[in-house]
Nanobody, 115 residues
Framework: QVQLVESGGGLVQPGGSLRLSCAASGSIPSFYVMGWYRQAPGKQRELVASIGSSGRLNYADSAKGRFTISRDNTKNTMYLQMNSLKPEDSAVYYC?????????WGQGTQVTVSL
Protein backbone atom coordinates (compact mmCIF):
# COMPACT_ATOMS: atom_id res chain seq x y z
CA GLN A 1 0.00 0.00 0.00
CA VAL A 2 1.04 3.57 -0.72
CA GLN A 3 -0.14 6.47 1.38
CA LEU A 4 -0.27 9.93 -0.14
CA VAL A 5 -0.67 13.18 1.76
CA GLU A 6 -1.19 16.47 -0.03
CA SER A 7 -0.56 19.90 1.42
CA GLY A 8 -0.24 23.49 0.28
CA GLY A 9 -3.74 24.30 -0.87
CA GLY A 10 -5.57 27.44 0.15
CA LEU A 11 -7.16 30.67 -0.95
CA VAL A 12 -5.28 32.88 -3.36
CA GLN A 13 -6.14 35.87 -5.49
CA PRO A 14 -6.16 35.67 -9.29
CA GLY A 15 -2.63 35.99 -10.60
CA GLY A 16 -1.19 34.55 -7.42
CA SER A 17 0.83 31.41 -6.82
CA LEU A 18 0.63 28.26 -4.73
CA ARG A 19 2.89 25.28 -4.29
CA LEU A 20 1.32 21.92 -3.63
CA SER A 21 3.23 19.03 -2.11
CA CYS A 22 2.49 15.32 -2.06
CA ALA A 23 4.40 13.07 0.30
CA ALA A 24 4.34 9.34 -0.43
CA SER A 25 4.96 6.67 2.16
CA GLY A 26 4.49 2.95 2.60
CA SER A 27 5.44 0.36 0.01
CA ILE A 28 6.75 2.66 -2.70
CA PRO A 29 7.02 0.77 -5.98
CA SER A 30 10.27 0.95 -7.91
CA PHE A 31 8.59 2.28 -11.02
CA TYR A 32 5.64 4.62 -11.02
CA VAL A 33 4.16 7.75 -12.45
CA MET A 34 3.09 10.49 -10.11
CA GLY A 35 0.48 12.99 -11.10
CA TRP A 36 -1.75 15.81 -10.01
CA TYR A 37 -5.43 15.71 -10.83
CA ARG A 38 -8.17 18.17 -9.98
CA GLN A 39 -11.90 18.09 -9.67
CA ALA A 40 -14.15 21.11 -9.60
CA PRO A 41 -17.76 20.90 -8.41
CA GLY A 42 -19.95 19.29 -11.03
CA LYS A 43 -17.02 18.34 -13.22
CA GLN A 44 -15.03 15.19 -13.83
CA ARG A 45 -11.64 14.67 -12.33
CA GLU A 46 -8.98 15.71 -14.82
CA LEU A 47 -5.24 15.33 -15.16
CA VAL A 48 -3.26 18.48 -14.50
CA ALA A 49 0.29 17.17 -14.83
CA SER A 50 2.29 14.00 -14.39
CA ILE A 51 5.90 13.00 -14.03
CA GLY A 52 7.41 9.59 -14.58
CA SER A 53 10.11 7.98 -12.50
CA SER A 54 12.53 8.83 -15.32
CA GLY A 55 11.43 12.46 -15.21
CA ARG A 56 9.17 12.44 -18.26
CA LEU A 57 6.66 15.30 -17.98
CA ASN A 58 3.11 15.64 -19.20
CA TYR A 59 0.88 18.70 -18.80
CA ALA A 60 -2.72 19.46 -19.55
CA ASP A 61 -3.10 22.31 -22.00
CA SER A 62 -4.62 24.43 -19.24
CA ALA A 63 -1.48 23.99 -17.13
CA LYS A 64 1.19 24.53 -19.76
CA GLY A 65 3.28 27.64 -19.16
CA ARG A 66 1.80 28.26 -15.71
CA PHE A 67 2.30 25.08 -13.69
CA THR A 68 5.48 23.13 -13.03
CA ILE A 69 5.52 19.59 -11.71
CA SER A 70 8.59 18.13 -10.06
CA ARG A 71 9.55 15.32 -7.76
CA ASP A 72 12.26 14.56 -5.24
CA ASN A 73 12.81 10.82 -5.30
CA THR A 74 15.02 10.98 -2.23
CA LYS A 75 12.07 12.31 -0.25
CA ASN A 76 9.31 10.47 -2.17
CA THR A 77 7.69 13.85 -2.61
CA MET A 78 6.09 15.50 -5.59
CA TYR A 79 5.38 19.19 -6.07
CA LEU A 80 3.16 21.35 -8.22
CA GLN A 81 4.16 24.98 -8.54
CA MET A 82 1.17 26.92 -9.76
CA ASN A 83 1.64 30.46 -11.03
CA SER A 84 -0.71 32.97 -12.66
CA LEU A 85 -3.66 31.25 -11.06
CA LYS A 86 -7.12 31.83 -12.48
CA PRO A 87 -10.55 31.41 -10.90
CA GLU A 88 -11.09 28.39 -13.17
CA ASP A 89 -8.17 26.67 -11.46
CA SER A 90 -10.29 26.40 -8.32
CA ALA A 91 -10.78 22.73 -7.47
CA VAL A 92 -9.77 19.97 -5.14
CA TYR A 93 -6.33 18.82 -6.21
CA TYR A 94 -5.46 15.17 -5.79
CA CYS A 95 -2.12 13.44 -5.78
CA UNK A 96 -1.96 10.18 -7.70
CA UNK A 97 0.52 7.34 -8.03
CA UNK A 98 0.14 4.93 -10.93
CA UNK A 99 2.26 1.85 -10.63
CA UNK A 100 1.67 -0.31 -13.70
CA UNK A 101 -2.05 0.30 -13.53
CA UNK A 102 -2.44 0.15 -9.76
CA UNK A 103 -3.71 3.56 -8.65
CA UNK A 104 -3.32 5.30 -5.33
CA TRP A 105 -4.94 8.61 -4.38
CA GLY A 106 -4.45 11.19 -1.71
CA GLN A 107 -7.29 12.81 0.19
CA GLY A 108 -7.11 16.03 -1.81
CA THR A 109 -6.35 19.64 -1.02
CA GLN A 110 -8.64 22.55 -1.85
CA VAL A 111 -7.39 25.36 -4.06
CA THR A 112 -9.61 28.42 -4.33
CA VAL A 113 -8.72 31.31 -6.60
CA SER A 114 -10.87 34.30 -5.81
CA LEU A 115 -10.76 37.98 -4.94
Amino acid sequence: QVQLVESGGGLVQPGGSLRLSCAASGSIPSFYVMGWYRQAPGKQRELVASIGSSGRLNYADSAKGRFTISRDNTKNTMYLQMNSLKPEDSAVYYCNVNSLGVLYWGQGTQVTVSL
